[in-house]
């Protein structure tokens, strides 16, 4: 079974950094991705960014382009999430997830980890 657990969430200021990290643990899998999805409260989860595993092409959703960047290390089956200038609108349970070779969309999912900014 693999496990995805994400780590680095916290409580910040507006215009503070954060990096979030994911690491994949269990047995060992194929993706073709990886990627980080928010949900605030009482909206959608949405989609933030992503990073093919095989290539690492990069991916962001327009809100975060310029302020995150998302990054992988192979070796230690383990992707992050750089934030900086971090908004009161970036507060959010944020999600890793991957998606397995095979599979048309994400289908493993982490527990989530909290951000929040605010001053």
């Known amino acids: 079974q693999v496990q995805l657990v994400e780590s680095g969430g916290g409580l910040v200021q507006p215009g503070d950094s954060l990096r979030l990290s994911c690491v994949a643990s269990g047995r060992t899998f194929s993706r073709h991705a990886m990627g980080w999805f928010r949900q605030a409260p009482g909206k959608e989860r949405e989609f933030v960014s992503s990073?093919?595993?095989?290539?690492?092409?990069?991916y962001y959703a327009d809100s975060v382009k310029g302020r995150f960047t998302i990054s992988r290390s192979i070796s230690q089956n383990t992707i992050y999430l750089q934030m900086n200038s971090l908004q009161s609108e970036d507060t959010a349970v944020y999600y890793c997830a991957a998606q397995q070779v095979g599979a048309s969309s994400y289908n493993v999912w982490g527990q989530g980890t909290q951000v929040t900014v605010s001053s």
């Open positions: 990073i093919r595993w095989a290539n690492g092409d990069t």
